[in-house]
């Protein structure tokens, strides 16, 4: 898998509409609260968002239904420190999400 | 988000499959690991994003929980004696249709848990591993009593939790509220020292047992006195680490549970055709 493939980008890996579909899953998380919250790129799930962990547990399983096991969550997760987690805003995991659409695609 | 029936509440499961995160895929049937989180400030997401894809990637059927009260399972206002988490564990096993004998790690109480289902549920267990847990003998009743008793007078006051955001941060502070919520709404803090005990002697547990401990956690002291009573019994104490090494140290613990399941798992599968051929 190199990233020099990338010259395609499938309709679903462009990055705002990944963010788009990001925000509205957040929007309708289950007993997070968010249905009313602004939330764009640099907002914080921690500090802003005040997500627990859990909540990314719910996060993760939704992201993984809508684009299936090319996106794990989970994964990008156990490799991040901490701080790095609690640091962590919107659009990185936008970013992430696009970045495993694309690597996938490159793939096929 | 799979919630099961486990008696009269809806647990939150999530399982990872060998293989299901990358990685492969043994041949033969692989083992099952079971994940089992601690009380209060705690739920499956603290497996979720630390062993739980290492073991799937290592080629073991993960299963992670919400233990009663905590998480996305039903919080009952009552009903928060040991034996109500092991059932529940036996229920979510049987829901889940699992009849292979299981490898428990649990975390604090959840190793705690994991004992308990050890005792009591024997067959349907592989090997215990506690990570900075203890077995539920009279002493840990105790001790945890005393906790939860103090927890339950001080998180509920907003007073205890502002000055826990000055010293710790507001993260701390968030879950010491959550904390706060769980003993003020259940019965937690009275049923949990009050449920059914094992012998000190420890006879009861008759599993192999893997017992981890931060070297400065006040627990660490245990590790001779579980090697000297139980015949398969093995103890790892990692220096410099506190009662919170699994999320201090993800990769180190992940590698011991590995190994520690690898190797058993391999004895088990050897001794049913070991005498064929």
């Known amino acids: 898998m190199t990233t020099e493939a990338t010259t395609t980008t499938p309709r679903d890996a462009d990055g705002n509409t990944v963010l788009a579909r990001i925000v509205t899953v957040l929007r309708e998380l289950p007993d997070a609260g968010l249905e009313d919250a602004e939330i764009g790129r640099d907002t914080l799930f921690h500090d802003e968002l005040e997500l627990e962990s859990i909540d990314l547990v719910t996060l993760s399983g939704t992201l993984r239904e809508i684009y299936g096991d090319r996106v794990n969550l989970a994964l990008f997760i156990a490799d991040l420190e901490l701080d790095e987690i609690i640091a962590l805003t919107v659009g990185q995991l936008a970013d992430h999400v696009t970045a495993s659409l694309r690597a996938t695609a490159a793939e096929g | ?277």
């Open chain 2, 1 to 277: 988000m799979a919630k099961i029936r486990t008696g009269d509440i809806t647990t939150h499961v999530q399982q990872l499959a060998a293989g299901a995160v990358g990685g492969a895929v043994p041949e033969g049937e692989p083992p099952v690991v079971v994940l089992v989180h601690g009380l209060l400030t705690d739920s499956l997401a603290s497996h979720y994003f630390t062993l739980g894809p290492a073991l799937s990637a290592a080629g073991m059927d993960t299963v992670m929980y919400d233990l009663r009260g905590h998480g996305r399972t039903d919080r009952p206002a009552t009903g928060y004696r040991l034996e109500n988490f092991v059932e529940d564990l036996a229920l979510l096993l049987d829901g889940l249709g699992e009849h292979r004998p299981v490898h428990l790690a649990g975390n604090s109480f959840g190793g705690t848990v994991a004992a308990g289902f050890a005792a009591w549920h024997p067959g349907r267990t592989a090997t215990v591993t506690m990570i900075e847990g203890e077995p539920p003998v009279a002493a840990w009743a105790g001790r945890i009593g005393d906790g939860l008793a103090h927890a339950r007078r001080e998180l509920v006051h907003e007073e205890a939790i502002d000055w826990i955001r000055e010293r710790h941060g507001a993260h701390t502070a968030r879950l010491s509220r959550a904390a706060g919520r769980i003993l003020a709404t259940t019965t937690l803090a009275e049923d949990v020292p009050a449920g059914r005990l094992i012998a000190d002697d420890l006879s009861a547990l008759r599993r192999p047992l893997f017992a981890l401990f931060g070297g400065d956690s006040g627990l660490a002291a245990q590790a001779p006195e579980l090697e000297a009573r139980l015949t398969e019994c093995r103890t790892a104490v990692l220096p410099g680490q506190g009662h919170s090494v699994l999320v201090e140290q993800p990769a180190r613990i992940r590698d011991l549970v590995l190994d520690w399941v690898r190797e058993h798992h391999a004895r088990r599968s050897r001794t049913p055709a070991g005498a064929v051929g």
